[in-house]
T-cell receptor, first 117, second 113 residues
Framework: GAVVSQHPSRVICKSGTSVKIECRSL??????MFWYRQFPKQSLMLMAT?????????EQGVEKDKFLINHASLTLSTLTVTSAHPEDSSFYIC?????????????FGSGTQLSVL | KQEVTQIPAALSVPEGENLVLNCSFT??????LQWFRQDPGKGLTSLLL?????REQTSGRLNASLDKSSGRSTLYIAASQPGDSATYLC????????????FGQGTRLTINP
């Protein structure tokens, strides 16, 4: 199946710092990538949709200035959590869809556990 | 607004048993439904995807069914093994091309040797 690489897998940072998370599609070009967030024992919630070469689309309630998304190439999208605070501690995971796939199956990265002290 | 519920939240069974995980959704107008497996602190692995026109899909010891009219899907796991221990998530997509998957909260499955 398609491979999506996400890095880092775990990060611990001090409050007020910024953290960048990378999501790469390794064997296909992804014009669209999705960023999800998962709090402990809760479901995954879509944060934003990242479109190559254009601005990301954010879900209601997600601050675009706090969660900066850059999708500069067809294989890489980045999520930057700016001025992170303890309440931003969560599991962040990206996903990609194979272009043209009729079933529109999503493939997920391995996720990033962010802990803000 | 689409809501997806999974019951039970947690399940523990001895090795070798057959088991069923349940997923229900409030809006039957879906394009497809996907079952995922998530290991602790890891990403999601797609297990089965059922299109709205289909009633079931099978892969190895896994069988997923879909009853769109009643808003239900089940994931059947045959001859469970300790390696099946994980959290199982179902997610629905409303329409073709819709970018938003709505996830259930998952069922945390433990298979005891």
């Amino acid at each position: 199946g398609a491979v999506v690489s996400q890095h880092p897998s775990r990060v611990i940072c001090k409050s007020g710092t910024s953290v960048k998370i990378e999501c790469r599609s390794l064997d296909f070009q992804a014009t669209t990538m999705f960023w999800y967030r998962q709090f402990p024992k809760q479901s995954l919630m879509l944060m934003a949709t990242s479109n190559e070469g254009s601005k990301a689309t954010y879900e209601q309630g997600v601050e675009k200035d706090k969660f900066l998304i850059n999708h500069a190439s067809l294989t890489l999208s980045t999520l930057t959590v700016t001025s992170a605070h303890p309440e931003d501690s969560s599991f962040y995971i990206c996903s990609c869809e194979i272009p043209g796939a009729t079933n529109e199956k999503l493939f997920f990265g391995s996720g990033t556990q962010l802990s803000v002290l | 607004k689409q809501e997806v519920t999974q019951i039970p939240a947690a399940l523990s069974v001895p090795e070798g048993e057959n088991l069923v995980l349940n997923c229900s959704f409030t809006d039957s107008a879906i394009y497809n439904l996907q079952w995922f497996r998530q290991d602790p602190g890891k990403g999601l692995t797609s297990l089965l995807l059922i299109q709205s026109s289909q009633r079931e899909q099978t892969s190895g010891r896994l069988n997923a069914s879909l009853d769109k009219s009643s808003g239900r899907s089940t994931l059947y796991i045959a001859a469970s093994q300790p390696g099946d221990s994980a959290t199982y998530l179902c997610a629905v997509r409303r329409v073709q091309g819709a970018q938003k998957l709505v996830f259930g909260q998952g069922t945390r499955l433990t298979i005891n040797p």
